[in-house]
């Protein structure tokens, strides 16, 4: 079967065609929204699946088994760190590779790639399970949630390997240009986990009651479906991008490639989850009523920030296409188009914010104190959310060039070098939680600064990866 492309012309590259979408050619704000959507779709359904399956576990197991999920927290998000961390790095190099139109490194980057990602999720899957009751025990787990939080952890890294190959096979459909086919399967997973969660945590349908064990023994059967799925779909097709699975082998350049790109992303993830951390353990400080406030703040500020997230997401496999075809004058557009896009949504998502945060409080919490201190920090935090959709648009044209540890840099400072310190000072000298407020403003002011100002030396233009390759060889 010969590979097909679809792209906005009808001429087909010479040489090979290619299952995908050139996105090297052809209006690039339709580009950017046939990216954004199926993304966005797919980001929406998994919260959707974290909020019904916190309410199966809340309000049907208790407060125990709530606490041993929350508690392996900072675990679960480690492992999708990395797993975010190396399927980027296949994304890019992929997206470069697609826009050079050079398909013999698009499928050794494909083969080495899943070499990887198999390898760390073993790896992974044996280190939690020798090493689980010491990290319960490191995170200091009350003894009556330990045995509960250590079981669901050891069943959980089951399910590891089917789902860092749903992230790996969806992050190399972006590459290839097809945001579309990956939220089908993701989406299929994730509903048919929300049916299965209870039939087999409470034991409907003649099935044991497993308990908290029953919603990761439904991650598990219902990833494992969806990859398999993906990966049969894949091969039926003859994709460019499908695993040779019976041919599977690494080359070592290329397994350079994605670590020396994917690791600055695996560690970005970690710094921003424990400087949430850090600025959480400050509000706390404050009471139960700024906590509150705090988480409640959370839920809102998502559905603003979520479309930034997205579009920064977009950016990245759209540029990295361009960048790999040399094609700068593109980027520069998609750079001005996704700014558009991100910071209008961005400003229209924050607006009711600041004019209703009351009311929308009010739809989570009933608490005059906490409705009073979340009200404080969406009207105050809100008009910085532009900040946050300047980063994440400048930030995509970096990462999409494989400048990967830049973007990681321009995290640690703004993270870890202004919003944490600024924080901590601005809060203890005023004596309010409101000084927290104020150093996550200037954290998201600082870091869209620093990611525009090296967006706009043009040192992306020099790439990491299969663009600078291409670009010697020229």
Known sequence: ???????????????????GHDLTVGSIPRHLIRFCLPMLASSGIRNAYDVVNGIWVGKGLGTEAMAAITTGWPVF???????????????ILVAQAYGAKDWAQVRRIVRTSVVLVAVAGGVFIASGELTAEAIFALLQTPDNVFPLAVGYLRVYLISIIPTFGIFLLAALLRGAGDATTPLYFQAGGLLLACGLDPVLMFGWLGFPAYGLMGTAYALIVCQTLAFTAMALY?????????????????????AWLLLKIGAPVAVQQS???????????????????????????????????LPALTIGAAVSSVAGQNIGAHRYDRVREIFRWALVFSGSITVAAGIPMMLFPHGLLRVFIDDP????????????????????????????????????LMTTLISVVSLWGVRVPAAYLISTHMGTVEGVWWGIIIGFGTGATLSLIYYLTGRWEKPV???AAEADTA
Do not use: C, K
């Open 271 to 305: 710094l921003v989850s424990t400087a949430i951390l850090a600025v959480v353990a400050m509000v706390n400080g404050f009471g139960d009523a700024a906590a509150a406030a705090y988480g409640t703040s959370w839920r809102i500020e998502g559905f603003a920030l």
């Open 1 to 19: 079967m010969r590979h097909r492309v679809q792209s906005d012309t009808s001429e087909e590259p010479t040489g090979s065609g290619v299952d």
């Open 465 to 467: 990866g299969v663009a």
């Open 369 to 404: 104190e906490v409705v009073q201190i979340g009200a404080g920090y969406l009207i105050r935090v809100a008009p910085s959310y532009i900040f946050f959709a300047i980063m994440f648009v400048s930030n995509g044209v970096i990462n999409g060039a494989g400048h990967t």
């Open 234 to 254: 894949l091969a039926r097709r003859d994709h460019l991008v499908s695993p040779p699975w019976l041919r599977l082998r690494a080359d070592g350049p290329t």
């Open 77 to 91: 998000f480690f492992l999708v760190s990395v797993a975010i961390g190396l399927t980027t790095a296949a994304n």
